[in-house]
């Protein structure tokens, strides 16, 4: 007697309504034998995929425009721009955010660049955070796979991915070609990195440099170091741009900073927003709570006045955002209503779904 068709007559779809059910029990049996339980599983079968949790951004604006309130954790992030266009800053805002919410981070310093008198003036408890400065590229990522599966660190910065030199590089003559080094080494970092990230729920952070493309006639000529791989792998892109200066007289203090989120898996991407960065001071919430608050109506602007209810607030953008650091509990109470208005949750608040650590949001179908 001849055996029936294994494979042929499943593919054709030749199995009865009545056993798929059935043959669906089976095949999960096996692969729970095989891979253990929890290789797969029904998402409404109690032990679901979690929601992906965020750590606020220490912008306002920036945290409405991800749309999930700050940095995913359990998934890659890339920040990149040109030179002093404020990447550093604003990852050690989100050390700062971690640290504030009893999390740990860590912070590879691949450029050898870190200024800890700026970190503390942002907010970043440099006595808890752990400092890499490592020699290679592959130390580096070496590195930061342990961090990441220790399963106890909220927040991993490698700053920058252009500073990533691979060991042969390091150890060759000046002028030696080594092409598509950096490229292969990121490639197979991030696909032995991205579950072990997932499973830790680690954000984790890298910032990149630009670079030109030559012979570029059309299209954008810029391109991001490192290759393909971290485009790829990355759940969200930010690009961060200087746009002006803030002055005070003829001294500059500041810059007006742009943000554009070029790729978001887990909210509609192409959002921008712009913030200031106070020079020794870090992003200025005040300056964003007044923007967004004019925007919404919830502060309310006649002239050079700004007011809120029945109380005047200053005459002028820097006198009302001088109001609002003298009077912080006025700032939280309107950032309060902001983020209720765009129907996100205030950071570091409980909820029955979540342990007062961040934001939920499902995945959006993004790539």
Known sequence: MAKPKKGKDLIEGNLPENEKA??????????????GRGAIMKLGSGGVIPNVQAISTGSLGLDVAIGIGGIPKGRVTEIFGPESSGKTTLCLHVIAEA?????????????????????????????????????????????????????????????????????????????????????????????????????????????????????????????????????????????????????????????RTRVKVVKNKLSPPFNQVEFDIMYNEGISIAGEVIDMGVDLGIVDKSGAWYSYGDERIGQGRENAKQFMRDNPETMETIKSRILEHKGIAMQGKSDDSNENLLHEAGDYDGS
């Open 22 to 35: 059935r043959a669906v029990e089976v095949a999960v049996s096996q692969i729970e034998r095989q891979f």
């Open 99 to 255: 640290q504030r919410l009893g999390g740990f981070a860590a912070f590879v310093d691949a450029e050898h660049a870190l200024d800890i008198g700026y970190a503390k003036k942002l907010g970043v408890n440099t006595d808890e955070l752990l400092v890499s400065q490592p020699d290679t590229g592959e130390q580096a990522l070496d590195i930061t796979e342990i961090l990441v599966r220790s399963g106890a660190m909220d927040v991993v910065v490698i700053d920058s991915v252009a500073a990533l030199v691979p060991r042969a590089e390091i150890e060759g003559d000046m002028g030696d070609s080594h092409m598509g080094l950096q490229a292969r080494l990121m490639s197979q970092a991030l696909r032995k990195l991205t579950a072990a990230i997932a499973r830790s729920h680690t954000a984790v952070i890298f910032t990149n440099q630009i670079r030109q493309k030559i012979g570029i006639m059309f299209g954008n000529p810029e391109t991001t170091t490192g290759g393909n791989a971290l485009k790829f792998f990355a759940s969200l892109r930010l690009d961060i741009r200087r746009v002006a200066g803030i002055k005070e007289g003829e001294n500059v203090i500041g810059s």
